[in-house]
């Protein structure tokens, strides 16, 4: 089992950056697939992008493909989503999640994670 807590987040203007990361506790870390996702208002969660376990392989949604950037520190337990050129549209909570594998494989698809943090806010204004 592993825990997770998201930070950052928080109101930036349009074209703004954020960078949101989320804490790991438990054993193994560096055995697990992470994610995040995001979900706006009214609107179902979504895939935000995604990296493997040892941090070589990582895949994006086209809706952020070039402006997002995610990151893990084995070694501190951490894995971070940098977010720059922010749009409006943007604007959702993004959750962490984990998968416990060793493939080496990406996930992005919600239900392959068992594992999520709270969420965090991110909030874009025009």
């Known amino acids: 089992q592993v825990q997770l807590v998201e930070s950052g987040g928080g109101l930036v203007q349009a074209g703004g950056s954020l960078r949101a990361s989320c804490a790991a506790s438990?054993?193994?870390?560096?055995?697990?697939?992470m994610g995040w996702f995001r979900e706006a208002p009214g609107k179902e969660r979504e895939f935000v992008a995604a990296?493997?376990?040892?941090?070589?392989?990582?895949v994006y949604a086209n809706s952020v493909k070039g402006r997002f950037t995610i990151s893990r520190d084995n070694a501190k337990n951490t894995v971070d989503l940098q977010m720059n050129s922010l749009k409006p549209e943007d604007t959702a909570v993004y959750y962490c999640a984990a998968r416990s594998y060793t493939s080496g494989d990406v996930y992005t698809a919600e239900y392959e994670y068992p594992y999520w943090g709270q969420g965090t806010q991110v909030t874009v204004s025009s």
């Open positions: 438990g054993r193994t870390f560096s055995s697990y697939a």
């Open positions: 990296i493997n376990w040892s941090g070589g392989s990582t």
